[in-house]
Every structure is written in C-alpha cells, then in structure tokens.
C-alpha cells in the first residue's frame, strides 16, 4: 500500500469508536462484495450511515434488490451486477468480501459455481486489493472446522473436514480462499483481514433458505411443523446479525490479521431452538423429524477469547432477544404488507 492508502486507515483506525459515526472523517470508498445478500446488506447500512461510499458488487445468486433499494438515489451508494468470478477493475480503500452462497441449500446447488466463486472470485477480489492497495477483509466460514473434535473451537484448531463430500465446495472453497488470502498478505503485502463467522440469523434472510433458524421461523408462522433433521440433538450456536455486522467493522478498521471467530458463544441443540421459536411464535407449533443431511458437524460453537481480547467485541444480541426482531421482519414478508427487508 502507498503512504496515501496506509495514512487513509491510519485515520479510520483512529475515529472508529471514538468520533460520533459520520462526522469529522473522511469518507473511505469500499466495496462490498455480495452485498445485496443478508449479511451484506446489513453491513452497507452501516458503512452508509457512517460516512463511507459503498459499491455493492453481487451476482444476485441469493441476494435481492430489495435488501438494498432503501439507498437507491444515495449519491455515495452504488450497485453492480457483477459476477465476482469474473474480474473487476475499480478504484477503493477497502474490500469487504463477501460473495458466495451461505446456506447448504443454495451452496450444493452448483457445487462447482460455488467452488468457484470461492477461488476464482476470492483470487480476483485479491487481485484488485493488491492493484489499488486496498484492505482486503473475508468472510470465512466456522465450516473451515468441518466436524470439529474440539469443543469449544478456537482459531488455532484447523479442522476435521471431509474433501470429497457434499459441504466440500464450500469449506474447502473458504479454506482456499483462506490460504489465498494469507499468501496475497505475505506474497504481495496485501492488508488483510480473515473473520470466521458462525451461524447467523435476522431480518432478510431469504424466506426459503434452507437453514435451520428461517425454516423454523418460516414453518411456525405459516402454521407449519418445524423440520427437526436426524435426532435434533446437533448443535449450533446462532448469533444476531447487528453483532455480526459490529465484530467485521471492528476486524476491518483493526490492526489484526486474524483469523478471528465471530459468534455467538451461546449454543443450543436444535430441538432447544425449536423450543424457543414455539415460545416466541406459536406454543402450539409442532415438529416433524426429517433424515439428516450427509456431513453433518455435530457441534459447534465458538471460542471468542481472541476477538474479545484483540478487537475488544463480544455479542450483545441473545437468541431470546434477536429471534422477536427477525420474526417481525418475517411475518411482514409472509403475510405481506409487502415491506422487505427492515
Ligand atoms: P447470502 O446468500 O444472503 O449472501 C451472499 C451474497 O453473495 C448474495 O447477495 C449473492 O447474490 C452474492 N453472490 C453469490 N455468489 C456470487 C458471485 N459469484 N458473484 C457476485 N455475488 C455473488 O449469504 P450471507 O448469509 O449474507 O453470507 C455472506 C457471507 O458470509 C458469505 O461469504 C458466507 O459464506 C459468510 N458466512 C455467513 C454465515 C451465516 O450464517 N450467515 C456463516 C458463515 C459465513
Ligand atoms: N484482478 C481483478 N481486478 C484488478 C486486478 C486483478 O479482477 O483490479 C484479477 C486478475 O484478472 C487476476 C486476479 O485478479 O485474475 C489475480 O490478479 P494478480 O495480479 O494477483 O495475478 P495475475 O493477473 O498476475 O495472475
Ligand atoms: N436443520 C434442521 N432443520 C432444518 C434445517 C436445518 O434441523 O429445517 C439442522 C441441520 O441439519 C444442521 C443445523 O440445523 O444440523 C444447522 O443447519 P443450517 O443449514 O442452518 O446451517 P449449517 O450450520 O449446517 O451450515
């Protein structure tokens, strides 16, 4: 990077958390990359508020114009419909990757496109960091654990995972992209950032996106059983969007590599989730057991000691307190009042 580009996040380093969001700061250009989908819109409502200039670049594979219209007209906001496998040519500060299908259904749908869209997309994104001298952070998986034989998982552990099966397009696409990542940092002295996020949910998720919490929210307002796969005994641990959204800002502006998990510590079987959708939902909601999927980690949940320490980030957003917040985001999009995203 040039003086110009270090002196940029130098500044940003200084005013995060310490200016009031938006003032006194030179606006940074970044560019999100799946940033029409459910954690990337998110991410765009905060970089906007505070300041920044946002492209989104997105395929719209899974992610939809709606999550983003509210900043259509926003001088400092623009969209472009671009494949990230494909390569890119634009001027920014900072890349916040986060390209690439995230939940089981829609990543085994063209395991190739999304092995792709791991390597090719993460390459090409690398590439234009390295060009333009631009920070470069990824959204990495706790999948890169696979089916962990320590619990809980820390950064240090480097996984259990299987490189021929059906998740394989996908954490063995994050762990290249992974490796990618650190030989651009040591090869060319790209900027980088790698976060590991575990399961997240809130507002906008797609309404038939496979995974656990939106099937079982979706299920309980339709009036649906909620689809319990295997014996419901695996866990996971879920966290709120916002906490999320919070802990990669914090990882970007930040001096530190990483990788860092980000997560909610607070694990749950997925009959407790179940459990806490009927009382949030519908006390009468019933389950249904469905075979599980092949692959299946048994458990996961994170160790945070490392971001707590290094980024000073812990989740605030408990699962009692963040499932009220997704619901009402859900029942408005089943039910219509035709409002999307919130
Ligand atoms: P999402 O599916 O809602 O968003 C992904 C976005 O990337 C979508 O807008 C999609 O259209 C876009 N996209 C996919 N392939 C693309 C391509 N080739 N070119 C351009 N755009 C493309 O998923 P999400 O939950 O928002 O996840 C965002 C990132 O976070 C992903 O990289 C995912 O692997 C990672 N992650 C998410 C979770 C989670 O629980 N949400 C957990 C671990 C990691
Ligand atoms: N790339 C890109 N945008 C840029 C610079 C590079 O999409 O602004 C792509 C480029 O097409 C290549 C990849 O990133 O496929 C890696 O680029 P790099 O310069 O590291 O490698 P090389 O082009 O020498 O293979
Ligand atoms: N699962 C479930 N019912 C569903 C969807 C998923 O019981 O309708 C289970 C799934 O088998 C896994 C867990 O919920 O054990 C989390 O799955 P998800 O697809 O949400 O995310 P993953 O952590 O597997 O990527």
Redesign the pocket.
């Known amino acids: 990077p040039t003086n110009h580009q270090s002196n940029r996040h130098v500044a940003a380093v200084h005013s995060f958390g310490k200016v009031p969001l938006g003032i006194k700061r030179k606006g940074l250009r970044i560019v999100v990359?799946?940033g029409?989908?459910?954690?990337?819109s998110h991410l765009v409502d905060r970089l906007i508020a505070r300041g920044d200039s946002v492209i989104v670049?997105?395929?719209?594979?899974?992610?939809r114009k709606e999550n983003v219209m509210h900043h259509f007209g926003n001088p400092r906001f623009e969209l472009i419909r671009?494949?990230?496998?494909e390569p890119l040519l634009l001027e920014v500060d900072q890349i916040y990757h986060?390209?690439?299908?995230?939940?089981p259904v829609?990543y085994k749908f063209n395991p190739v496109k999304t092995i792709k869209?791991n390597v090719v997309?993460t390459l090409n994104m690398l590439g234009l960091a390295k060009r333009v001298g631009a920070r470069f952070l990824l959204?990495s998986?706790?999948e890169v654990y696979g089916d962990p034989l320590q619990h809980p998982q820390k950064e240090t552990y480097w996984g259990n995972v299987n490189p021929i099966g059906v998740r394989s397009c996908y954490d063995e696409g994050?762990r290249t992209a992974e490796t990618l990542t650190m030989d651009y940092h040591r090869g060319a002295g790209v900027e980088v950032r790698i976060a590991r996020?575990?399961?997240?949910y809130g507002p906008r998720m797609?309404l038939d996106d496979g995974r656990v919490v939106s099937n079982f929210v979706a299920q309980a307002l339709r009036k649906e059983p909620m689809t319990v796969y295997g014996d419901g005994k695996q866990t996971r641990s879920f966290q709120y969007v916002s906490d999320l959204v919070e802990g990669l800002m914090r990882l970007m502006e930040g001096e530190h590599v990483g990788p860092f998990n980000l997560g909610n510590p607070g694990e749950f079987t997925m009959l407790e989730l179940a459990k806490v959708v009927q009382e949030t939902i519908d006390p009468d909601a019933t389950i249904e057991y469905r075979p599980n999927t092949e692959d299946d980690p048994h458990k996961r949940k994170p160790d945070i000691s490392r971001a707590k320490e290094l980024l000073g980030w812990e989740p605030k957003v408990d699962l009692r307190k963040g499932l009220p917040l997704m619901v009402s985001d859900f029942r408005q999009r089943i039910f219509g009042d035709h409002k999307e995203g919130s």
């Open positions: 990359t799946g029409a989908g459910f954690v990337g670049v997105d395929n719209f594979f899974t992610g671009h494949d990230v496998v986060l390209a690439c299908p995230a939940s829609h869209t997309g959204t998986t706790s994050k996020i575990f399961n997240t797609c």
